[in-house]
């Protein structure tokens, strides 16, 4: 029981945001560069004023891949298309913006003396226990997002920690037992694995019309900016070793082994030359940028981007008709002025027909999967797997254990005899047979050493309860409906 609850109690919270600092090293997991939100117009969902955005899923997507990895032996690429993480990611961004939208009518907010302190105080920044600012930049650079892309995301963290500091509570030791009574029940269950067919589905044009009609929203153009920009192209010149060296001896602390220890100037002298002249040609970038604002260069040309193929969030802050610094594009960087933004609108018919057309078929294979283990419960032929705990070890050949962890979950975490759990394109449906009750003796002896985890699960309930509650308070828009229906 312990070992489970130290091992899954983060999967059991309701809501998983997991510490921007927490996965600064893990860089990028998943599919890389792939843009999930193609089809949609910029935001993935809406929830009450927060809009949440693509680069906000590529995010949350690498840190539940990087925790999974962490927590689920032989966790693969594979295994997160089947269990569908972007949908989670996806989920979990809505959970927190539920409570980010609750925080912001109570008032609660994040300063940036709080950013700041946080980031200071940071092991991952940290060199003999100082606070290193080249590790930090490096860092949020092979995070692959921006400082203030990094910041933000920061910011929220911190204002849900401070929400749920605000929220939790210490349960008495009555609430306590019975609480520990309920958790150590042991189930006797059966089980039956239904795949989901794997025939074609025809799809009519009046279905697809219907369809379309009744979801349109969202399917949407993308917001496009239109662009006069000057793209400065690197430089290639000549660097003395000594300047190299003084380089690398400010910057040291970012070049580093495998096994985290720093690495020789030699070693490092590639890496170093191709930093140094980064900052070379930023240098000479802002030069011209400022000779460009002056009016001394003019643009050269012109460009429509979205966020499919630009880095748009250079954009976010800026005003129609205003030069933006240079930032790093394409190899060199890229002076930008925003002439005209096209906002998105709703695509015709024909422009959606493929993208409704897939998402179709993903809902009728789910709903086909449902009936198909509704169906399994009323006809139920299921194998007994014997007794249950929340800590059993994984004890089904079909199931990887991860997807065997989140049927305990299901299991444990409501009152029903029985129900079905899916997993991507298959479903467990079960049935408990008999029940375990835990003695007086057996619930004192865990009392101590459960109480922590026991406190941390009944505030995680709360949470729930809450979500639910602002889920009736908060409008939500989802426009992203998965991977693969993209």
Known sequence: ????????????????????????????????????NKNRAGAIAKVGDIKISNQELNTKYRELYSYFSSTSE???????????????????????????????????????????????????????NKFNKQLYTQAIKNLGITTAEFEKNLEKTIVLQKLMEGISYEPTDTALEAFLSSSLIQDR????????????????????MKFWEEHKSNYMTKQTY????????????????????????????????????????????DSVLADYLVEFNKDEAVKTYLNVKKGSIATD????????????????????????????????????????????KVMEFEQAKTMAEADFIVEK??????????????????????????DSAN???????????????????????????IFG????????????????????????????????MMNSALQNDLLKSLQKRYKIERFYKGRDSE
């Open 1 to 36: 029981m312990i070992n489970w609850m130290q091992k899954h109690k983060k999967s059991l919270i309701p809501t998983i945001w997991i510490s921007t600092i927490a996965f600064v090293g893990a860089g990028f997991v998943g599919w890389g560069a792939y843009d999930y």
């Open 74 to 128: 032989g966790f693969t690429q594979e295994k997160a298309n089947e269990m569908h993480l972007d949908e989670i990611a996806a989920s979990n961004l809505i959970q927190e913006a539920l409570l980010l939208n609750f925080a912001k009518d109570l008032g609660i907010k994040a300063t940036k003396e709080d950013i700041a302190k946080y980031i200071v105080t940071a092991p991952e920044f940290q060199v003999d």
């Open 189 to 208: 269950l059966s089980i039956e694995v239904v795949k989901q067919n794997d025939e074609n589905i025809t799809v009519s044009n009046d279905e697809l």
């Open 226 to 269: 239109e662009l006069d920009t000057l793209f400065v192209a690197p430089q290639t010149t000549q660097v003395d070793d000594k300047t190299l060296n003084e380089f690398f001896e400010a910057h040291k602390t970012t070049y580093r082994n495998e096994d985290d220890t720093l690495k020789s100037f030699e070693e490092a002298k």
């Open 301 to 344: 040309n012109k460009m429509v981007v979205s966020d499919e193929n630009f880095p748009v969030s250079e954009l976010e802050n800026a005003k129609i008709g205003e030069f933006i610094k240079p930032f790093e594009y394409n190899g060199g960087n890229l002076i930008a002025k925003i002439t005209k933004i096209n906002e998105p």
């Open 365 to 390: 294979k789910e709903e086909l999967l449902k009936q198909k283990a509704e169906e399994a419960l009323k006809n139920f032929n299921g194998k007994d797997i014997g007794f249950i705990a929340r």
């Open 395 to 421: 004890s089904v050949s079909e199931l990887a254990d991860f997807e065997f962890a989140m049927l305990l979950n299901d299991v444990f975490s409501n009152n029903k005899k029985e129900g079905y759990t």
């Open 425 to 456: 394109d298959k479903a467990i449906a079960y049935k408990i047979t008999e029940q375990k009750f835990p003695g007086t003796e057996q619930i004192l002896q865990y009392k101590d050493a459960l109480k922590g985890e026991a406190s941390y």
